[in-house]
């Protein structure tokens, strides 16, 4: 009995393994057919030429913080990848029995911004390709050069790309005017534009900015008297 539960076992394990390697196969394979339709350097560069392009160092680094704090507050610290956000998403998502946490880094968003946003091949070929990219933008440009990228093409709903576009169009004046109380708004919204965008659910907003906030505590990046200053300038919104 114990032999044939170890030839299960040794048959389960080959099969994963295959698997695994097909899906890499072809994650690597979408990889290399994206870099053959333009190459990073001028794919990165193509979204620089953009009128709407700004250069992190112009904006207030409560932003900054607040991004990184909320998306990825690693980032400086790890690679393409991070494996203990990874771990962490999947004992999440196995305890509650839904995707609730993602494990993506900044550099891998950024891979699928530029290259696989409206990609409709199979999620896990792309999440491989991503990694892929990842490598190369983390091999070929500094983490603020990357980090940069993110702010420029992320989405933050009503059809505003990009932190410039957003703040024109949420807050009417230019992203490096942003205050304190604004950048934690704008920080939260990437991560569901959808229900984060100021227009679609402002309750959901401000729930989101409380998150970031939380996050910038946690992090270092505020205290909490400031933290407490940010949250009183919340308007009431009825339910």
Wanted: hydrophobic share 40%; charged share 20%; glycine share 6%.
């Amino acid at each position: 009995m114990k032999k044939w539960i170890i030839r299960i076992l040794i048959f389960i394990l080959l099969v994963a393994i295959i698997a695994g390697g097909y899906i890499v196969y072809q994650g690597h394979s979408l990889y290399k057919e994206a870099l053959n339709s333009i190459s990073l350097s001028d794919k990165v560069t193509k979204v620089q030429q953009d009128d709407s392009y700004v250069k992190l160092d112009t904006l207030p680094i409560d932003y900054k913080n607040a991004v990184v704090s909320v998306e990825d507050h690693r980032f400086y610290q790890h690679g393409p990848i991070d494996l203990i956000a990874i771990g962490r998403a999947v004992v999440t998502n196995m305890r509650y029995g839904k995707f609730l946490e993602g494990g993506s880094t900044i550099s891998q968003q950024v891979a699928k911004n530029l290259y696989f946003i409206s990609n409709d091949t199979n999620a896990m070929y792309r999440k491989v390709a991503e990694v892929f990219m990842a490598h190369d933008l983390e091999s070929n440009y500094e983490k603020d050069e990357i980090l940069e990228l993110y702010i420029n093409t992320i989405y933050f709903g009503d059809g505003y790309y990009g932190v410039e576009e957003a703040c024109q169009g949420y807050f009417k004046k230019s992203a490096k005017d942003m205050t304190l109380y604004e950048a934690t708004q704008m920080a939260g919204i990437p991560n569901a534009p959808s229900i984060y965008a100021p227009t679609a659910n402002l309750n959901l907003t401000l729930s989101r900015q409380k998150k970031v906030i939380s996050t910038m505590v946690e992090n270092g990046y505020l205290s909490q008297e400031q933290a407490d200053e940010i949250l009183a300038k919340q308007p009431k919104v009825s339910q």
